[in-house]
């Protein structure tokens, strides 16, 4: 059975840090497109951050610019988004997710596994 599961949320103050990952299980994901995306409170999800099949080429979203980092190590099949510079706009629950194909996409309906979400709450 296919599992994500995402770890490394919690509370920070403004202008911190974290670091998220997502531990894939049931599958090697090493030539997915993978993908973290957020939910804020009376939010739609949004798309973070995606990571093509070949680790190679990344994409994203404007406001994680700059300020977040996707990577993924291949040998422990883990995902991760260091977050840095957060802001209270970055509070959301962030899930992971998993496409069945190399190329990355931002459209949520394109990725066919997702993990249950970890909480970020960025507050002083």
């Known amino acids: 059975q296919v599992q994500l599961d995402e770890s490394g949320g919690g509370a920070v103050q403004p202008g911190g840090s974290l670091r998220l990952s997502c531990a894939a299980s049931?599958?090697?994901?090493?030539?997915?497109?993978m993908a973290w995306f957020r939910q804020a409170p009376g939010k739609d999800r949004e798309f973070v951050a995606v990571m093509a099949g070949n680790s190679i080429r990344t994409f994203y979203s404007e406001y994680a610019k700059g300020r977040f980092t996707i990577s993924r190590d291949i040998a422990k099949n883990t995902m991760y988004l260091q977050m840095s510079s957060l802001n209270a706009e970055d509070t959301a629950v962030y899930y992971c997710?998993?496409?069945?194909?190399?190329?990355?996409?931002?459209?949520?309906?394109?990725?066919?596994?997702w993990g249950q979400g970890t909480q970020v709450t960025v507050s002083s």
């Open positions: 049931g599958r090697t994901f090493g030539t997915y497109a």
């Open positions: 997710a998993a496409r069945s194909h190399w190329a990355y996409s931002p459209w949520a309906q394109h990725y066919d596994f």
